[in-house]
């Protein structure tokens, strides 16, 4: 009888990200926020928003909700994204 041994271990490089560039001040800037539609988070962005304009002068607040709360931001959400200086992502139940 042979015995075969398997290495679960996978042997590919992964590639190296670096973080986006921190920002000196929310002041004057975008942000996002992408809620996954649970019913949880309509409160919680509510008041992230009022924070972000209050204490941290933001310019503008976007609210985008997911249409599949399990499934990635679409396509469209994305896209949009990338002209937010800063993007916050929630869920809740």
Do not use: C
């Amino acid at each position: 009888m042979m015995i075969r041994v398997l290495n679960p271990t996978n042997e590919s490089v992964v590639a190296t990200l670096n973080p986006a560039p921190r920002l000196v001040s929310l002041e004057g800037k975008t942000v996002g926020l992408i809620s996954n539609g649970k019913e949880g988070t309509a409160g919680f962005f509510a008041h992230v928003d009022r924070l972000l304009r209050e204490r941290y002068q933001v310019a503008e607040v976007i609210l985008r909700t997911k249409s599949n709360y399990s499934a990635p931001a679409e396509d469209e959400i994305i896209d949009e994204a990338k002209n937010w200086d800063l993007a916050i992502s929630g869920l809740g139940d």
